[in-house]
């Protein structure tokens, strides 16, 4: 236990505080167990939208030297409590005002070949919201960490928070990144339209399904962070083999959802 306790987890997700669909209760199930082993050096990032009813924001002393850090960067912030069993430290991140779109997108373009060109705003505010959170953990690596010579690991769930993986990978490539899967953003697209993808999946044609489906840009950011990750995980087998015809790369990793 001593031995986990010099380093740090961060856990990014557009459902953390915020409930959209199941992964808010995977990550839930762990938290116990998360915060047993990690400790107060375990930190989850989800998106400000102003309606986080588990959430709670605390005045604790923890949170003194990385909220001036944070000033500095210009991110309005929130910081707390998760109100769940367990109660991690929670950042909400606050993302609209900070960037110029067009120059993040051609950020992660020109270094990852990300092709956000057909994007939308549903796929824009994930994309500012996780580079954001990403300049958050390279501000608490940097106040906290680095001086002691500490490690982190940072998992980003989901397409969603693709671009902040990349960004990490990019400024502080010595934290170690996992991305992880719950389902292909194609994968969900074809069984939407009906397609029995696993018997057909040999012959599917990933950019032209996805421009058919009008997903290209979550499906480029979403191979852009399976591609690029330390650890590429994902949640089953049938998952991993969406992910390897997909995304083109065989997870390292599957981690089954849930731990309770």
Request: charged share 25%; with cysteine; aromatic share 10%.
């Given at each position: 236990?001593?031995?986990?306790?010099?380093?740090?987890?961060?856990?990014?997700?557009?459902?953390?505080?915020?409930k959209?669909?199941?992964?808010?209760?995977?990550?839930?199930?762990?938290?116990?167990?998360?915060?047993k082993?990690y400790?107060e050096n375990?930190?989850?990032?989800?998106?400000d939208?102003k309606?986080?009813?588990?959430?709670e924001e605390?005045?604790?002393?923890?949170?003194?030297?990385?909220?001036?850090?944070i000033?500095i960067?210009?991110i309005?912030?929130?910081f707390?409590?998760?109100k769940?069993p367990?109660?991690?430290?929670?950042i909400?991140?606050?993302?609209g005002?900070?960037?110029?779109?067009?120059?993040?997108?051609?950020?992660?373009?020109?270094?990852?070949?990300?092709?956000?060109?057909?994007?939308?705003?549903d796929?824009?505010?994930?994309?500012?919201?996780?580079?954001a959170?990403?300049?958050?953990?390279?501000?608490?690596?940097?106040?906290?960490?680095?001086?002691?010579?500490?490690?982190?690991?940072?998992?980003?769930h989901?397409w969603?928070?693709?671009?902040g993986?990349?960004g990490?990978?990019?400024r502080?490539?010595?934290?170690?990144t996992v991305?992880?899967t719950?389902?292909?953003?194609?994968?969900?697209?074809?069984?939407?339209?009906?397609?029995?993808?696993?018997?057909?999946?040999?012959?599917?044609?990933?950019q032209?399904?996805?421009?058919?489906?009008?997903?290209t840009?979550?499906?480029?950011?979403?191979t852009?962070?399976?591609?690029?990750?330390?650890c590429?995980?994902?949640?089953?087998?049938?998952?991993?083999?969406?992910?390897?015809?997909?995304?083109?790369?065989t997870?390292d990793?599957?981690?089954?959802?849930g731990?309770?």
């Open positions: 236990m001593a031995e986990t306790r010099k380093h740090f987890l961060f856990e990014v997700s557009w459902e953390v505080c915020n959209v669909g199941g992964i808010y209760t995977v990550i839930v199930s762990k938290l116990p167990e998360a915060t082993v400790g375990y930190f989850l990032l989800g998106p939208l309606t986080n009813p588990d959430f605390t005045e604790e002393e923890c949170w003194d030297r990385i909220r001036e850090g000033a960067k210009e309005p912030c929130r707390g409590r998760w769940v367990g109660e991690p430290k929670v909400l991140v606050n993302f005002q900070k960037y110029d779109k067009d120059q993040l997108l051609f950020r992660i373009w020109e270094d990852y070949g990300v092709n956000s060109i057909a994007g939308g705003w796929y824009v505010e994930p994309v500012m919201f996780s580079y959170a990403s300049e958050v953990i390279e501000t608490i690596y940097n106040i906290l960490l680095r001086p002691k010579g500490m490690q982190a690991v940072a998992q980003f989901e969603m928070t693709g671009a993986l990349l990490l990978k990019k502080v490539p010595e934290i170690g991305f992880t719950h389902a292909t953003m194609l994968g969900r697209a074809l069984a939407g339209a009906g397609v029995d993808i696993y018997t057909t999946m040999d012959s599917i044609s990933p032209r399904e996805a421009s058919a489906h009008h997903i840009a979550k499906c480029s950011l979403e852009a962070s399976a591609r690029e990750a330390d590429f995980t994902t949640v089953s087998e049938i998952t991993a083999s969406e992910a390897k015809n997909f995304l083109g790369r997870p990793l599957i981690t089954p959802n731990l309770d």
